[in-house]
């Protein structure tokens, strides 16, 4: 079956997975995750990219993203994939590739999903049990996204500056934004979006961008189990979907 197009727009944000083959780990030691994150601001500016959130996990990367080209995502996971392969091959004495095929991704309505997307991203580790605040993570842009630690890699976004006037007062709405659990219909929704390479967003937003570069929506797989949502409409579970 051929693989559908990726839907690449400049100016929209996009939600980029990338996962180590079978899962397994792509990161093995603190040098590791240093290393893709120079290549990650690196591999940005080279691309007009402005990084919003990211995650580095033992066996996958979530990114937050908007660049100013169409092409400019797929140009710095090009170059960041090849770059860091490249140094964990020479580092482990290995061969052959890392990621499991190509990276995920999808374009986000940011008035209604990308805050709710930046929380996705920086709670997989609260949700991985691995800590139980995401400030206790280090690979993340949470400290700098709730705490104001300094990130050369981090570009605020534009809703994510209209949360205060003053950076103490968007630090503390961003913070407050984490009192509650991410509810299962959000999560789903971010997960299908995932799966599918689909527009994350309203019925309108999705096939807005999707006719934009003459891409034909996907519809819901059938047969899976469904979530429901407070409005009523469901949607599908991807608890099995692995990040």
């Known amino acids: 079956m ?3 197009p990726r839907i690449r727009l400049a100016e929209v944000p996009q939600h980029i997975v990338q996962r180590g083959i079978n899962r ?18 690196k ?10 959130a990211y995650v580095l996990m033992t066996n996958h990367v979530h990114l937050l993203v908007t660049s100013d080209r169409p092409d400019g995502i797929a140009k710095m996971m090009q170059s960041i994939g090849r770059r860091y392969v490249q140094y964990i091959n020479r580092s482990y004495r290995r061969t052959g590739g890392l990621w499991e095929g190509r990276f995920k991704s999808s374009l986000v309505q940011a008035e ?5 997307c930046m929380r996705y991203i920086e709670l997989n580790p609260v949700r991985a ?13 949470y400290r700098h996204n709730g705490l104001g630690q300094t990130d050369e ?21 961003y913070r407050g934004l984490f009192r509650s659990e ?12 995932l799966a599918q390479g689909q527009p994350l ?33 469901r949607v599908e579970d991807q608890s099995d979907f692995g990040f």
């Open 201 to 233: 967003g309203s019925e309108r937003f999705s096939e807005m961008m999707c006719a934009a570069v003459g891409v034909r929506r996907a519809q819901r797989k059938p047969g899976r189990p469904m979530v429901k949502r407070d409005q009523g409409e």
């Open 182 to 193: 991410l509810d299962d219909a959000a999560i789903a929704d971010i997960r299908l979006a």
């Open 129 to 141: 049990n691995m800590v139980n605040d995401p400030a206790q993570y280090r690979w993340s842009s």
């Open 43 to 52: 591999s940005a500016g080279d691309w007009h990219c402005a990084i919003h």
């Open 112 to 116: 209604d999903y990308l805050l709710t």
């Open 153 to 173: 890699r981090i570009t605020p976004h534009s809703l994510y500056l209209a949360l205060g006037k003053e950076e103490t007062e968007r630090l503390t709405e």
């Open 2 to 4: 051929p693989r559908r």
């Open 24 to 41: 397994g780990p792509c990161f093995f030691a603190e040098e590791d995750y240093h290393c893709y994150l120079h290549w990650l601001q």
